[in-house]
T-cell receptor, first 114, second 115 residues
Framework: AQSVTQLGSHVSVSEGALVLLRCNYS??????LFWYVQYPNQGLQLLLK??????LVKGINGFEAEFKKSETSFHLTKPSAHMSDAAEYFC????????????FGKGTMLLVSP | ETGVTQSPTHLIKTRGQQVTLRCSSQ?????VSWYQQALGQGPQFIFQ???????GRGNFPPRFSGLQFPNYSSELNVNALELDDSALYLC??????????????FGPGTRLTVL
């Protein structure tokens, strides 16, 4: 079984500041890890994914995440926040199996102030 | 290429009623997964269909059921609605090729309100 813990239900940053959203996972087998973004009243959009290749993963909109096995973490970062980044972010884990289902964290709402 | 679509976008029902939600998968995809996202929570896996058969199920009661059709579109049916069924229901499609995970593409969701 696998699980995801996202630390902080809300994170507030100023425009131009560093964004850091935390995600820790638990998995008994090598995981695949994902970050999704959800804007109000919309579905989920994939930001980036880790599938056992490079540990530093670059995604869309300037986001990146680093897989750290020793820390069981997959934190999401962006050097400079933009107002349009305000949304809810979900970390998710799965395993590389044919029965492929995603287990999501509870989400972190990113608030960006001018 | 058409993405994942869901209908209706919003729905209001009363306790005890039944509801059917629909999902059209992305062109070329053969697998559909359904998720329930309660307010303030992350999506929770309900079940998955692969080639018209249920391929896995999360911790949801039997009153949650589904179908997948030959064109790989899918329905989620919920009987005897309860207030706690109020949520955003997300459908995701993927192309299952062998025993490996393949990326899931999400639709915009159906917002169900149970009064």
């Amino acid at each position: 079984a696998q699980s995801v813990t996202q630390l902080g239900s809300h994170v507030s940053v100023s425009e131009g500041a560093l964004v850091l959203l935390r995600c820790n996972y638990s998995s008994s087998v090598p995981p695949y890890l994902f970050w999704y973004v959800q804007y109000p009243n919309q579905g989920l959009q994939l930001l980036l994914k880790y599938t056992s290749a490079a540990t530093l993963v670059k995604g869309i909109n300037g986001f990146e995440a680093e897989f750290k096995k020793s820390e069981t973490s997959f934190h999401l970062t962006k050097p400079s926040a933009h107002m349009s980044d305000a949304a809810e972010y979900f970390c998710a884990v799965t395993t590389n199996s044919g029965y492929s289902t995603l287990t999501f964290g509870k989400g972190t709402m990113l608030l960006v102030s001018p | 290429e058409t993405g994942v679509t869901q209908s209706p976008t919003h729905l209001i029902k009363t306790r005890g009623q039944q509801v059917t939600l629909r999902c059209s998968s992305q062109s070329g995809h053969n697998t559909v997964s359904w998720y329930q996202q309660a307010l303030g929570q992350g999506p929770q896996f309900i079940f998955q269909y692969y080639r018209e058969e249920e391929n896995g199920r999360g911790n949801f009661p039997p009153r949650f059921s589904g179908l997948q059709f030959p064109n790989y579109s899918s329905e989620l049916n919920v009987n005897a609605l309860e207030l706690d069924d109020s949520a955003l229901y997300l459908c995701a499609s993927s192309l299952q090729t062998g025993n490996v995970f393949n990326e899931q593409f999400f639709g915009p969701g159906t917002r169900l309100t149970v009064l």
